[in-house]
């Protein structure tokens, strides 16, 4: 699976399927835009590091 680094969560979710997404990748297909300071992916990586512990929590 070379080069599937390189995708964004969409494209590489078309060309290998949802099962190859991270966590991450996930939450940024649903935000679909970041912020003016963070791409999507970086802010869906620092929305999953605030608020991992509370979901976690949430769901025991």
């Known amino acids: 699976m070379d080069g599937m680094?390189?995708?964004?969560?969409?494209?590489?979710m078309l060309?290998?399927?949802i099962e190859t997404l991270t966590d991450v990748e996930l939450l940024a297909l649903f935000l679909r835009v970041g912020?003016?300071?963070?791409?999507?992916l970086s802010y869906a990586q620092a929305l999953l590091?605030?608020?991992w512990l509370t979901l976690r929590s949430a769901f025991r």
């Open 5 to 12: 680094e390189n995708l964004m969560p969409r494209e590489k």
């Open 15 to 17: 060309q290998y399927g």
């Open 35 to 40: 912020t003016r300071r963070q791409d999507v």
């Open 49 to 51: 590091q605030r608020f």
